[in-house]
């Protein structure tokens, strides 16, 4: 198995880069204004808390030591306790990556069925009307702030036609008897409407543009031609062997937008009050707690990471050209 | 590019040199906008009918809040402080212009002499600068700059540097594999022969062909800047002092605007951001046809 080895290489790669922004991220939460205790110890704590915390992260001994502390703490993952909430980190965290997962993922796929469909589409009609103008719009979503599609689309549906509620996961007062009940609920699917509406429109451009670049690179190779000669329907050549071959690279990068995505979630997530780790993140370093705002960077930082290890696997283990020399 | 610039005609010949896309539409288009764009941030005082700060009152001395478009001679209307929009839009084009041109420099020097050093030297040169940008491909990059900017004192620079130290990443990345086919050309191993010390190389033999892709990446950088900065003041992590479009939209939000109806508010702001981003992805791709022409459109 020849493939092995750079699968190998590549997973140790990124857990080096995983180190080292978790160096970065101990750094850059130790050289904040204020004493280095304000990263875990809020001063309302009780007398009690403050030394625990102190002796489990131990605060009171040399950086280098707090960072080896830190690390130690990491691989249990011990993140230390919310200012605000007087949970641990680490709870609140596995609380909300769901409902960030639910929003990234299924604004994603409906981003890339979209976007895969229409860049065909654009690339079987290549050089007409419908791509002159379909072309600059696609590139002005791209350019789009997400938090301001947001709230106009939030402003249209919610505030002036009322289809859809303005913020939050549900109704005020509704209870579920198990989370996959909520997660099924059309209280919770109407919730997720905007956002996710507002997250697909933004990320359907990249799916859009590169199957529509493949395929037209597919569409000059000689086995395209051939069934042309063929007299195969356009159906056919396009659906059948056009966009099969074209699929790869843009399934490749689906992985790569997961990541990305996390990252736009932060203001759409504020923008619709949605509880996710985005959300969390703002709020938690607005209100200075900063063990929750470390947890929800690492957090995003993780899968970030992850995905550009999926999508470069998945580049390896697909495409034979590739190699890891 | 000698047949594209036989074609091109006199513009052709003033800003070929410069390597401008002209004879593209999207790329002519966004030149234009660029050059609008540019002209407002410059005058923006002398255009502009208000200051965009001032809290203005009527003749009646009652605070001139919500006004709608065109009401008591304000284009735009006002906000619920009684802020000119209008103005506020002009000035906003300022603190774009300066975020945008300053990250996209930053990055792309940055990221253009770390892609030339670690293609041209390779070995471990190489091997520890991409480890560099594979780390700053794992950094998250919009939580990073709102911790940047929470914890060092908000203000445009600061998010520019947060920017700056996430983003040279991709440019880097490309300049590299493009110094590593121009170091295998003819003309780069005659001059390593003839004895051409290796700055003189990188100077007059690698750094021309590569200033190109440096822009191209740069006015790429120019929209990812302006939106960055939209997001981090709309998330209340910006500059308090600079009007800005992002600024705008959250002072929109944060006063109701939404439940209020108010898009004659927050609609402009986004608008004006959508335009100058795109004029950048135009420019590019007026580049890209120009660089690789064989990619076709």
Same mark, same amino acid.
């Given at each position: 198995?020849?493939?092995?080895?750079? &699968?190998?290489?590549?997973?140790?790669? %990124?857990?080096?880069?995983?180190?080292?922004?978790?160096?970065?991220?101990?750094?850059?939460?130790?050289?904040?204004?204020?004493?280095?205790?304000?990263?875990?110890?809020?001063?309302?704590?009780?007398?009690?808390?403050?030394?625990?915390?102190? $002796?489990?992260?131990?605060? @009171?001994?040399? %950086?280098?030591?707090?960072?080896?502390?830190?690390?130690?703490?990491?691989?249990?993952?011990?993140?230390?306790?919310?200012?605000?909430?007087?949970?641990?980190?680490?709870?609140?965290?596995?609380?909300?990556?769901?409902?960030?997962?639910?929003?990234?993922?299924?604004?994603?796929?409906?981003?890339?069925?979209?976007?895969?469909?229409?860049?065909?589409?654009?690339?079987?009609?290549?050089?007409? $009307?419908?791509?002159?103008?379909?072309?600059?719009?696609?590139?002005?979503?791209?350019?789009?702030?997400?938090?301001?599609?947001?709230?106009?689309?939030?402003?249209?549906?919610?505030?002036?036609?009322?289809?859809?509620?303005?913020?939050?996961? $549900?109704?005020?007062?509704?209870?579920?008897?198990?989370?996959?009940?909520?997660?099924?609920?059309? @209280?919770?699917?109407?919730?997720?409407?905007?956002?996710?509406?507002?997250?697909?429109?933004?990320?359907?451009?990249?799916?859009?543009?590169?199957?529509?670049?493949?395929? %037209?690179?597919?569409?000059?190779? @000689?086995? &395209?031609?051939?069934?042309?000669?063929?007299?195969?329907?356009?159906?056919?050549?396009?659906?059948?062997?056009?966009?099969?071959?074209?699929?790869?690279?843009?399934?490749?990068?689906?992985?790569?937008?997961?990541?990305?995505?996390?990252?736009?979630?932060?203001? &759409?997530?504020? &923008?619709?009050?949605?509880?996710?780790?985005?959300?969390?993140?703002?709020?938690?370093?607005?209100?200075?707690?900063?063990?929750?705002?470390?947890?929800?960077?690492?957090?995003?930082?993780?899968?970030?990471?992850?995905?550009?290890?999926?999508?470069?696997?998945?580049?390896?283990?697909? @495409?034979?050209?590739?190699?890891?020399? | 590019?000698?047949?594209?610039?036989?074609?091109?005609?006199?513009?052709?010949?003033?800003?070929?040199?410069?390597?401008?896309?002209?004879?593209?539409?999207?790329?002519?288009?966004?030149?234009?906008?660029?050059?609008?764009?540019?002209?407002? /941030?410059?005058? /923006?005082?002398?255009?502009?009918?208000?200051?965009?700060?001032?809290?203005?009152?009527?003749?009646?001395?009652?605070?001139?809040?919500?006004?709608?478009?065109?009401?008591?001679?304000?284009?735009?209307?006002?906000?619920?402080?009684?802020?000119?929009?209008?103005? !506020?839009?002009?000035?906003?084009?300022?603190?774009? =212009?300066?975020?945008?041109?300053?990250?996209?420099?930053?990055?792309?020097?940055?990221?253009?002499?770390?892609?030339?050093?670690?293609?041209?030297?390779?070995?471990?040169?190489?091997?520890?600068?991409?480890?560099?940008?594979?780390?700053?491909?794992?950094?998250?990059?919009?939580?990073?700059?709102?911790?940047?900017? /929470?914890?060092? !004192?908000?203000?445009?620079?600061?998010?520019?540097?947060?920017?700056?130290?996430?983003?040279?990443?991709?440019?880097?990345?490309?300049?590299?594999?493009?110094?590593?086919? =121009?170091?295998?050309?003819?003309?780069?191993?005659?001059?390593?022969?003839?004895?051409?010390?290796?700055?003189?190389?990188?100077?007059?033999?690698?750094?021309?062909?590569?200033?190109?892709?440096?822009? =191209?990446?740069?006015?790429?950088?120019?929209?990812?800047?302006?939106?960055?900065?939209?997001?981090?003041?709309?998330?209340?992590?910006?500059?308090?002092?600079?009007?800005?479009?992002?600024?705008?939209?959250?002072?929109?939000?944060?006063?109701?605007?939404?439940?209020?109806?108010?898009?004659?508010?927050?609609?402009?702001?986004?608008?004006?951001?959508?335009?100058?981003?795109? /004029?950048?992805?135009?420019?590019?791709?007026?580049?890209?046809?120009?660089?690789?022409?064989?990619?076709?459109?």
């Amino acid at each position: 198995m020849n493939t092995l080895k750079p &699968v190998l290489s590549r997973t140790l790669q %990124l857990l080096l880069v995983l180190w080292a922004v978790v160096t970065i991220l101990f750094l850059m939460f130790r050289l904040m204004p204020g004493n280095p205790l304000a990263a875990y110890i809020d001063p309302t704590f009780t007398l009690e808390q403050q030394e625990q915390l102190i $002796r489990q992260f131990g605060l @009171d001994k040399p %950086l280098l030591s707090q960072y080896f502390t830190y690390l130690g703490n990491l691989l249990q993952g011990e993140l230390g306790y919310s200012f605000r909430y007087r949970t641990p980190v680490a709870e609140r965290i596995w609380l909300l990556l769901p409902n960030t997962l639910i929003l990234t993922f299924s604004s994603l796929i409906i981003a890339y069925v979209f976007g895969i469909l229409a860049g065909a589409w654009l690339a079987w009609r290549r050089g007409s $009307r419908a791509e002159a103008v379909s072309l600059p719009i696609v590139l002005a979503t791209r350019a789009m702030p997400e938090f301001w599609l947001g709230m106009v689309l939030l402003a249209i549906f919610s505030f002036s036609l009322g289809i859809f509620p303005a913020g939050g996961t $549900r109704s005020a007062g509704t209870e579920y008897t198990s989370l996959w009940a909520l997660y099924t609920s059309a @209280d919770f699917l109407s919730h997720l409407a905007l956002p996710v509406l507002t997250l697909a429109i933004y990320s359907q451009g990249l799916p859009l543009l590169l199957m529509r670049s493949n395929m %037209l690179d597919v569409m000059k190779e @000689d086995f &395209v031609t051939m069934a042309k000669v063929k007299g195969l329907s356009p159906y056919t050549i396009v659906i059948k062997h056009g966009a099969r071959n074209a699929l790869l690279p843009v399934m490749t990068s689906f992985a790569i937008s997961v990541g990305y995505q996390l990252q736009g979630n932060v203001v &759409v997530e504020s &923008v619709f009050s949605w509880p996710g780790l985005g959300r969390e993140l703002v709020s938690a370093v607005s209100a200075s707690d900063y063990p929750l705002a470390q947890g929800a960077f690492l957090m995003i930082a993780v899968v970030v990471i992850a995905m550009n290890l999926i999508a470069d696997l998945l580049y390896t283990l697909l @495409d034979p050209r590739i190699s890891h020399a | 590019m000698p047949e594209a610039s036989a074609s091109r005609g006199l513009v052709g010949r003033i800003f070929g040199p410069l390597h401008l896309p002209v004879g593209d539409n999207f790329a002519v288009a966004g030149l234009i906008i660029y050059a609008v764009f540019a002209f407002t /941030a410059i005058f /923006a005082p002398v255009l502009a009918p208000y200051d965009p700060t001032e809290i203005l009152y009527s003749a009646e001395y009652n605070l001139a809040s919500d006004l709608m478009p065109g009401e008591e001679g304000h284009v735009l209307g006002t906000t619920s402080l009684g802020r000119d929009i209008f103005s !506020q839009i002009l000035f906003g084009a300022r603190s774009a =212009l300066l975020v945008g041109l300053t990250a996209a420099f930053m990055v792309s020097v940055i990221g253009t002499i770390i892609g030339l050093l670690s293609g041209y030297f390779g070995g471990w040169v190489d091997t520890v600068l991409m480890r560099l940008a594979d780390v700053a491909f794992g950094i998250p990059f919009l939580p990073f700059v709102i911790v940047i900017s /929470a914890f060092l !004192q908000p203000s445009i620079w600061n998010t520019v540097i947060a920017m700056a130290l996430v983003l040279w990443r991709d440019t880097a990345r490309v300049i590299r594999s493009q110094v590593l086919t =121009l170091r295998s050309r003819g003309y780069v191993e005659a001059a390593r022969v003839s004895g051409s010390s290796d700055m003189s190389i990188i100077v007059r033999h690698i750094a021309p062909n590569i200033v190109p892709l440096s822009l =191209l990446y740069g006015s790429i950088a120019i929209g990812w800047a302006i939106l960055t900065e939209a997001s981090i003041s709309f998330l209340g992590f910006g500059d308090p002092d600079s009007i800005s479009w992002g600024f705008m939209l959250q002072d929109a939000f944060a006063s109701q605007a939404l439940s209020r109806q108010a898009y004659h508010w927050f609609i402009p702001p986004g608008i004006a951001i959508i335009l100058v981003v795109s /004029a950048g992805f135009f420019i590019s791709r007026g580049y890209e046809n120009l660089l690789f022409p064989k990619l076709g459109r």
